[in-house]
């Protein structure tokens, strides 16, 4: 208790349904209570933001491990040397960013991430924001009708329209940059999952990867999906990171989506990401 009380930890919600900035801290001399601190302001906000860090690639690979085993993703580019480290990047000539509609990461995946920590190394002058969304309270909006009707129902989720050869990407001048295009993906999840630690009901479907309802075609789930999206997206819910070199983010990848603004063109953005492996979905 006495550390906590001598303790400068400072942490501020950064909008009423999502996020939680830390201020005073170093997250390379990390002590036991304010990373628990964290753990559970990631469980229940959603979002953890902390700025000024400065994490060489190994200390950020070292913070990572300390929420769990490291995801290496398929598809991103690595930074060389570091394959635990995605390169999420804009350059100055490029158009399309990547993460630039809203989505969950790895929701095709059996086992979707638990979330991500993403760093920041190079930002525009202005712009390049990132807006997180909380699916829980998504959820608490709903009606208990249609809460207990989407409480029975699973849906078909896939990363192959957006990353395989004839995908989105494809045909926009991140292509070259981006690796996987034969991997094939999908994964069949509850609508409503359970949050593992705080047990709350959490809205599980996203714009990016979500086809269709199990059971039902795409003509036929695509008006309630849209329905959800609409609700989803309503400002209430979310949050804006505004980054600088050394900001970081680690965002709960169940409860929460993000969208990468794409405002900023001309000039360069470079983020490195570290995915943490999750846990299966009930
Ligand atoms: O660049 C960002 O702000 C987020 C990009 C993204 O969607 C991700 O890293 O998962
Ligand atoms: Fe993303």
Known sequence: MATQLLSRVQSTPISEHVGMEFKHVDLNDLDENTFDAMRQALAYHGLVFVRDQQLTPEQHIAFARRWGEIDINNYFPANGGHPEIAEVRKAENQQTNIGGGWHTDHSYDQIPAMGSILLARETPPTGGD?????????????????????????????????????????????????????????????????????????????????????????????????????????????????????????????STWHHAMNDYHGHRRLMHRITISGEPLS
Request: aromatic share 10%.
């Open 130 to 254: 990132t807006l997180f969304a909380s699916m829980s309270a998504a959820f608490d909006s709903l009606s208990d009708g249609l809460k207990d009707t989407l409480r029975t129902m699973r849906a078909v989720h896939s990363a192959d329209h957006i990353y395989s050869k004839d995908g989105i990407y494809s045909k926009t001048d991140q292509a070259g940059d981006l690796k996987g295009h034969d991997l094939r993906t999908r994964a069949v999840h509850p609508v409503i999952i359970r949050h593992p630690r705080t047990g709350r009901e959490i809205l599980y479907v996203n714009p990016a990867f979500t086809l269709h309802f199990d059971g039902w075609t795409r003509e036929e789930s695509l008006p309630l999906l849209n329905y959800l999206y609409q609700v989803a997206m309503r400002e209430e819910f979310q949050c804006r990171v505004t980054w600088a070199p050394g900001s970081i983010a680690i965002w709960d990848n169940r």
